[in-house]
């Protein structure tokens, strides 16, 4: 039987009527829907089913009221405590600097493939690599997943960089400077030539991780300059683990290093490498202080990771299989290794071909 104010009448024609508002036109003005049938449950439920329609239906459109900078705000909370500093900031950059200018102020219904094609395309405009446009799509489409739409992004191919490393006899000139000098500064710089360290696991080396015993360096930590979150003017330095479990590892110390190690040891662990106190320097300096280091040796400039380039291509010329050089560059996949650092020079490719004519 009906209940009062269930608005589920018996009519004189013998069928069932059930009244639900439609929508709201003013203040006190509603216009109503109507279901009939033949028994009061069976007007009860469809009424009822017609209700949790018109509430997804409100829902969505409350929804689609918030700007696109509601859910990339919203996203960035969901993730904070979830993913590294560096890649947080990293997205916030990505974020402040791209999306945010030129789709956060669209409503999420507007955002449409035509919306983020445009995005697309005045970012090549603009005169920003595959790579990073990458980027910029791997972020947007999780922020486009966290709003619930299914909008598919066509990612630009990468394209493949010259990638360089020493030449035998600009190695050969700056390991003389580096012995020359004979200074940790130096140092650091042939510890990446003989390991395949990062410029930021090299600043955030302690001599506590390297054992002389065991006669292995354990990277457990690197160095970043990233934008400071409460002040995005300005940056801030942070220790962190490396951006995989694979990055942390251990490397073998060869006699030629360990020599060195041995007569520079400081007798307080806690020391920072490259200092021998407790005083860092960070990879921008570093970065400076390389620099200068190969103008004093005659050599072109070169980024600090033509050493990492470097060392992976000498320990395939002298034959080491590509897993084990994978490891010991923290690499998850040899494929990495031998698409990215493995470059054999034109002896080593002339030599391999002399073999045939033997």
Known sequence: MSRKG??????KDGRWEARYIKEQIGNKTYKYGYIYGKTYMEVKQKRNKILLNLEKIKEEERKNKYKFNYYID???NSIK??????TYVHYLGIIKNHIVPLLGEFELH?????????????????????????????????????????????MPKLKKSEIKILSKSDQKKLEKEILKRNTTIAYGVLLSLYTGLRIGEVCALKWR?????KRIIKVNHT???????????????ILEEPK?????????????????????????TSAYFLTGTKSYIEPRTYYNKFQKLLRESNIKQYGFHTLRHTFATRCIEVGMDPKTLSEILGHSDVKVTLSLYVHPTNYLKAAYLEKLSN
């Open 81 to 86: 405590f979830l993913v590294k500093t560096s």
């Open 244 to 268: 995989t479990e694979n990055s942390k590892r251990e490397i073998p110390i060869n006699k030629f290093l360990y020599e060195i190690l041995l007569k520079i040891k400081p007798h307080d």
């Open 6 to 11: 269930e608005n589920i009448f018996f009519r």
């Open 223 to 237: 160095m970043l300059r990233v934008m400071d979150t409460e002040n995005f003017s300005k940056t801030r330095i």
């Open 209 to 213: 991780d390297i054992n002389l015993t």
């Open 110 to 154: 507007e955002i449409n493939t035509e919306k983020i094609e445009k995005f697309i395309n005045q970012k090549f405009e603009d005169g920003f690599s595959n790579k990073t446009i990458r980027d910029m799509i791997v972020v947007l489409k999780q922020i486009l997943s966290y709003a619930n739409l299914s909008i598919k992004i066509k």
């Open 74 to 76: 919203n996203w960035l």
